[in-house]
């Protein structure tokens, strides 16, 4: 019998209980909505079992609190806490796919279509994450691929926070193994140990973004914004069809560059002086640009800027939750110009904007603006609709170092997917882990349709690739 024990440490753990702050609940009425959900995925190979899966993921719920909670509101739909769901494991499904079927991977991103990214985690009942292990068994002699996804509300997960727990997941079942084969240093079960519940990120803001300072920079972006969009008037990226905000439902489009072409990409935007966000942002705008007519002038593209660094203390990348942010920019588009211009504007635009606080103080203008309630969010997100400059996204984290082995396994692929719910209609979720760029489109269905989100995915990288060329 395994000495395995995935409550070791479980005396005087810390459980999740406190207020979500106005940004976690934000996410939360989004979710309550339309499923707002972060999924990350790697894929393994060799053996991996669902028993050892489930017992991994017992001990990764043992590590985090968040992991062990639900969230209870009062009968009004206000006022949601965090609280503790004991006894609640992460459910864990399991799909099996014929040795002849073909690449596991088509399985899994249809599971995300289906289910992942259009069913919201049960927050009522908890716990705040499930599983998902697709697996294609060896053909000649070759070993079993394995699929692993991970899906989390928002309100708990930015896309670092999904890839650090998968990894978490993979690297605890690896332990688990090596203590069971006899392979394991030193004696008896390895424990697991709750770490601390983290504050709300409002409450890490650091004094410059908190109280009358923090009213005073609110003030100033928003007549700087008001100022630009006056002036400037850029274009938003616009839906084919409006579709009502309960019935959005977010799919996935994916799509990569190999290591030969993401070395090409780094090497032009070293020689161009720009980054690599900057110019993959470039190319998404040129793409969107082009397909609405390729008329010149100003658009507007977001950016998810994570602000774990500016918080007070800094939180880690292993530590979880949401620390994110999205600045929008305006991209000045010319037909037949080069992509290099537009991807330093846009690099520059956002140096400059995190120098000044800018995601912080998104952060705090929530507080005053945000809904109470699901019931009470009709004009904020009609505003939104209207109004808000975000209806195109890319958020990229850039690179993640996920190993290229772990335990028994060999790992070829990690990322991350963004759901949308009622936030955007358009956004590609980036980030480079085994020497390969994942760019996962992903859109809301009949608002975007399914050949016109493939169009714009494929311009952009078409648009990448021959600008590195050049």
Known sequence: MSQWNATAGAAGAE???????????????????????????????????????????????????????SIAADAQGRNPRFRPAPGREIPLRTVTVSAESGDAGERWHSEANTYELVTAVNWRTGPLARALIVTRPGTGGGPDVHDLVLTLPHCIADGTTALTLLRQWIELAAEIASYEDGSGAGQGAPEVRSVRMLP??????????????????????????????????PRRFEPTLRVPFEERVTQLLPRSLPADQLAELVEACKREQTTVHGALAAALATAVAQDAGDRPGPLTIGSPMTFRDELVPPVREDEIGSYVATVPTVVDYRPGASLWPMARSISRD???????????????????????????????????????PITLCISNIGRYDFPDTVGPWQVSSAEFIAGLSV??????????????????????EGAVSAERAERLADASLETILTAAKS
């Open 423 to 444: 936030n955007a209609y358009y956004a590609a979720a980036i980030n480079t882990s085994h020497g390969r760029l994942a760019w996962n489109v992903t859109h809301v």
């Open 350 to 388: 956002l140096a400059r904007a995190r120098r000044r606080g800018a995601p912080l103080t998104s952060v705090a203008t929530l507080r005053p603006v945000a809904p109470k309630s699901v019931a009470r969010s009709e004009r904020f997100l009609r505003f939104m609709e209207d109004k808000g």
């Open 200 to 233: 709300a990120p409002e409450q890490l803001l650091p004094a410059s973004h908190r109280g009358l300072a923090g009213v005073r920079k609110i003030v100033a972006q928003q007549i700087a914004d008001q100022g630009v969009a006056k002036r400037v008037r």
């Open 15 to 69: 459980e999740a209980d406190r207020p979500l702050s106005p940004l976690e609940r934000w996410y939360w009425i989004c979710d309550q909505i339309s499923p707002l959900c972060v999924l990350s995925h790697a894929r393994l190979h060799g053996p991996f079992d669902a028993e050892l899966a489930a017992r991994a993921l017992a001990a990764l719920q043992r590590r985090h609190p968040l992991l062990r909670a």
